[in-house]
């Protein structure tokens, strides 16, 4: 069975995917991964962004793999580690641009489909009950106040930081500018935009915690197994 997670950035979509994963034993795919590994690629390559061809040629070309072997994790662009570098601000603010060109969409959306081919999966991204997995066997569409989401963000940087901590509002502050921007980005972009597909089960996460999330999507999905 396919679980799809789709929802702005923040909204604890990475979180619960993984919980619900290792709870059923499925293998997760991380979409945005996928899309910011081709944006830190190319940037870091000298690609002109602007140019939509050269951005679709890196996409085409690169082998992301995901390496769950031991410990932490992580993501893989032609075998080198790539799993700090994909969540930066820097790679934060780049990633929408590339992930709104068509023809990087279809180049993943190809890795994507192979990715569940045989097996279980929960992925999460933006277009998986709408474009990727359109006959998925659970539709989740998450969401959550914009302000909570953008302080899940910053703590997720700062392990161990107290929510609270003065220290961390000015990131806190520009983080909610950066998902606010990505969110309209994302959500306004012609090909494959954020949305919930008409049959997801709407889930406002913002005063649940991570567990009774979890909780309510796997009964979801044991009624659909
Ligand atoms: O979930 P995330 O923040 O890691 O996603 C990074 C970016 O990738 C996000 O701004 C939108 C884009 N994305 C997308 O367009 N389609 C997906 N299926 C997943 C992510």
């Not at 999507?217 to 044991?222: N, T, V």
């Amino acid at each position: 069975m396919i679980i799809a997670i789709d929802g702005p950035a923040g909204s604890g979509k990475s979180t619960i995917a993984d919980l619900l994963a290792e709870r059923f034993g499925y293998s997760k795919l991380d979409t945005g991964a996928m899309y910011r590994t081709v944006a830190y690629v190319s940037s870091a390559r000298g690609v002109d962004l602007d140019d939509e061809e050269s951005v679709v040629d890196v996409a085409r070309a690169l082998d992301i793999a995901f390496d769950d072997a031991g410990g932490a994790p992580r993501v893989l662009a032609d075998g080198a580690d790539v799993t700090r570098e994909i969540r930066t601000p820097a790679t934060d603010r780049i990633v929408s641009k590339v992930s709104a060109y068509p023809g990087v969409r279809r180049a993943l959306l190809a890795c994507q489909r192979a990715f569940a081919v045989g097996r279980d999966v929960v992925a999460e991204g933006r277009d998986i009950g709408t474009v990727v997995f359109p006959d998925a066997g659970l539709k989740v569409f998450l969401t959550a106040d914009p302000a909570v989401r953008a302080r899940r963000r910053v703590l997720q940087r700062h392990p161990g930081a107290a929510a609270d901590d003065p220290a961390l509002s000015a990131e806190i502050e520009s983080t909610l500018a950066d998902l606010v921007r990505r969110d309209r980005l994302d959500a306004s972009r012609a090909e494959a935009p954020l949305r919930a597909a008409d049959d997801a089960v709407r889930i406002d996460s913002t005063s649940h915690t991570v567990d009774e999330i979890v909780d309510m999507i796997a009964s979801l999905a044991e009624d659909r197994r």
